[in-house]
Nanobody, 127 residues
Framework: QVQLVESGGGLVQAGGSLRLSCAAS????????MGWFRQAPGKEREFVAG????????IYADSAKGRFTISRDNAKETLYLQMNTLKPEDTAVYYC????????????????????WGQGTQVTVSS
């Protein structure tokens, strides 16, 4: 049974930092694209950052560029999202996702391209 479990969310003041983690189990994700999405109340789920299987390629949403860093430790089967200079508009539930198709070059940016999802972790940024 495939499981993705996020952690690291919480309440932080504007300008602060958080590091989200996503632990994968149930199969090996080392060679599969993974990503982070977020969903604020009343809004659609949106792409934040994605990473290819080995981790050589990354893509960021414009809102995340320069502030967020996606990375993965394949030995630990863990995906990370380092978030710096947080803003109130970053407040959302953050989800990690994994593709079931092998690729060490592709980075997925659309929710429909991902097959496995975590339960989400709440990030709240106060002004």
């Amino acid at each position: 049974q495939v499981q993705l479990v996020e952690s690291g969310g919480g309440l932080v003041q504007a300008g602060g930092s958080l590091r989200l983690s996503c632990a994968a189990s149930g199969r090996t994700f080392s060679n599969y694209p993974m990503g982070w999405f977020r969903q604020a109340p009343g809004k659609e789920r949106e792409f934040v950052a994605g990473i290819s299987g080995i981790g050589g390629r990354t893509i960021y949403a414009d809102s995340a560029k320069g502030r967020f860093t996606i990375s993965r430790d394949n030995a630990k089967e863990t995906l990370y999202l380092q978030m710096n200079t947080l803003k109130p508009e970053d407040t959302a539930v953050y989800y990690c996702a994994a593709d079931r198709f092998f690729s060490n070059t592709l980075v997925r940016t659309q929710p429909i391209e991902y097959d496995y999802w975590g339960q989400g972790t709440q990030v709240t940024v106060s002004s």
